[in-house]
């Protein structure tokens, strides 16, 4: 019989892996490797953004009932959710370590003509911020190793409820299978599965809300030469051929073409994890 994972341990080792692999996601905001990068990813968002979104349906029929609440949104980006939030909340304080996506979110919140959004520039968990009614991340805690010491500090800063918004682990993916060759296990990266066990070890039993929206847009790479390198890359093999062979034909097997780039499988989706302070845990 297999022995049941540390989630915590787990979600380390993966989450130092991505930032050691993904700079400009990591809570360090000099140098701020999101300089060059902050209005691409913007763009990215509007056009996530454009579509339906169970999450936010949920997040705003929530706050309907609790008009009076405030939010903390950590690793607030350039600022969508805390535009969305702050229609719905009394106050928001938006959170992000990177000025270049904080020069961004300030134009954005004073195209929105909003006055109850608080910008504060700093990393979770060590920024320091008054105490809220609701804690909230999106996306953006994949590369704190310390799972323990984010969510603590959720809890400690939210009076009501804390949520987190986490990519899906999708288990025959191809980035699935390359993790399982390279690393003995299919996590590629910290995910909503590897978070809710995680979750479970510190005696927090939270809800989850799959979202309905459908799937993300896939991946899309000029050439099968750049997927690979980017695979390389996102496993820190730069400099490591061992598993060049195997990674080179998965790529072959799995990508087609269209319209002159190689497109990857669709697949990612979101779930939204979300648990209320003050009801009995076991520990």
């Given amino acids: 019989m ?33 300089a060059t990068r902050a209005r691409s990813y913007h763009e990215s968002v509007q056009q996530r953004w454009a579509q339906p979104d169970s999450s936010r349906d949920f997040l705003a029929a929530d706050l309907r009932q609790h008009p009076h609440n405030t939010v903390v949104d950590i690793g607030a980006g350039t600022g969508a959710w805390a535009i969305f939030l702050a229609r719905h909340a009394r106050q928001v304080t938006a959170v992000d370590p990177s000025p270049a996506m904080l020069e961004i979110l300030r134009e954005n919140v004073a195209a929105s003509g909003l006055t109850n959004i608080t910008i504060t520039e700093g990393g979770w968990p060590t920024v320091t911020v008054p105490q809220h009614d609701v804690t909230f991340c999106s996306h953006a805690l994949y590369s704190i190793a310390d799972f323990t010491a984010l969510v603590r500090k959720m809890e400690a800063t939210a009076r009501r409820r804390c949520y987190l918004l986490l990519r ?70 730069e400099q490591d051929t061992t598993h060049d062979q195997f990674l080179r034909e998965l790529l072959r097997q799995h990508l087609t073409e269209v319209a002159g780039r190689v497109v990857w499988p669709r697949g990612t989706r979101s779930a939204l994890v979300y648990w209320d302070l003050g009801k009995p845990r076991c520990e």
């Fill in 2 to 34: 297999e022995s049941i994972p540390d989630w915590l341990t787990l979600w380390r080792e993966l989450a130092e892996a991505h930032a050691h692999n993904y700079p400009q996601a990591s809570g360090a905001a000099a140098p701020d490797a999101w």
């Fill in 168 to 237: 899906v682990f999708l288990p025959h993916s191809i980035m699935a299978q390359a993790s399982q060759r390279i690393w003995g296990q299919p996590y590629d990266s910290p995910n909503f599965q590897i978070a809710y066990n995680a979750l479970l070890q510190l005696g927090i039993f939270a809800n989850v809300l799959l979202e309905d929206s459908g799937l993300w847009q896939p991946w899309t790479n000029a050439n099968l030469d750049e997927a690979f390198a980017e695979v390389k890359r996102r496993f820190g093999l």
